[in-house]
């Protein structure tokens, strides 16, 4: 954008030049002037795009913090499915140790204890 304001400006003087010289036609400084309002427009066109670009990175900022967020709760999420795998785990263990424990010389049941109604029907 520097470069334009630096042409506009470069515009404004050769306009000035050109009028008070009177070394150039009327035509060629008409011309000038025309350059000068483009180069203008030009620049006022740029600056609406810079104030649009502006008002869309707060549109991107607000998306990329909404992400964030979300990336903040599924880490959250990630870290209680591993404290669950975790404490499922030690269960299990804890579970096949007490399984191998009864298997391998744990007390037997009392005589005349009653089986699971369960258990009854699938022995008979």
Do not use: W
Not at 49 to 57: F, T, V, Y
Not at 81 to 88: A, F, G, W
């Amino acid at each position: 954008m520097n470069g334009y304001i630096k042409a506009v400006l470069a515009g404004v003087i050769l306009t000035g030049l050109f009028a008070s010289a009177g070394c150039v036609s009327i035509d060629k400084y008409q011309e000038a002037r025309k350059a000068n309002r483009d180069l203008r427009e030009q620049q006022d066109v740029l600056l609406n795009k810079i104030e649009l670009i502006k008002g869309d990175q707060g549109g991107l900022q607000s998306n990329i913090d909404e992400h964030r967020e979300r990336i903040r709760i599924l880490t959250n999420k990630c870290e209680n499915y591993e404290t669950s795998v975790t404490n499922l785990t030690r269960t299990r263990d804890e579970l096949q140790q007490k399984l191998t424990d009864m298997a391998h010389g744990g007390t037997p049941p009392p005589i005349g204890a009653e089986l699971p109604p369960q258990l009854n029907t699938a022995l008979q």
